[in-house]
């Protein structure tokens, strides 16, 4: 009885090892390719809107003059924010748009 106890705790553990490689593995490995520039053009300026809220008229609004008024001046624009007033948030986007 012992040794079928220690025999199915070993498999087990093989077994959980052998899943937490595979899945380390898929997470560390990137197989996504970067992103092409925006409608396949090379744009002279990239420009990021970041707002502290999101999905409000006001922001929507802009950010459809902003786009529109972008493509015609040969820049590209993303709109990014939050949901809320996350300053840490905020200033991570901030940094990564720098």
Same mark, same amino acid.
């Given at each position: 009885?012992?040794?079928?106890?220690?025999?199915?705790?070993?498999?087990?553990?093989?077994?959980? $090892?052998? +899943?937490? #490689? %595979?899945?380390?593995?898929? %997470? +560390?490995?990137?197989? =996504?390719? #970067?992103? %092409?520039? @925006? /409608? $396949?053009? /090379?744009?002279? !300026?990239? #420009? &990021?809107?970041?707002?502290? *809220?999101?999905?409000?008229? +006001?922001? /929507?609004? @802009? $950010?459809?003059? @902003?786009? *529109?008024?972008?493509?015609? /001046?040969?820049?590209?624009? =993303? &709109?990014?924010?939050? !949901?809320?007033?996350?300053? *840490?948030? +905020? #200033?991570?986007?901030? *940094?990564? %748009?720098?």
């Amino acid at each position: 009885m012992r040794k079928m106890s220690i025999l199915i705790v070993c498999i087990t553990c093989i077994i959980l $090892g052998y +899943f937490t #490689l %595979a899945l380390a593995k898929k %997470a +560390f490995t990137s197989r =996504e390719d #970067l992103p %092409a520039a @925006a /409608d $396949g053009q /090379d744009m002279k !300026y990239r #420009l &990021v809107l970041i707002t502290q *809220e999101l999905d409000t008229l +006001f922001w /929507d609004k @802009a $950010g459809i003059a @902003a786009k *529109e008024q972008a493509r015609k /001046d040969g820049a590209s624009l =993303e &709109v990014w924010g939050s !949901y809320g007033k996350n300053q *840490e948030d +905020f #200033l991570k986007k901030l *940094e990564i %748009a720098i």
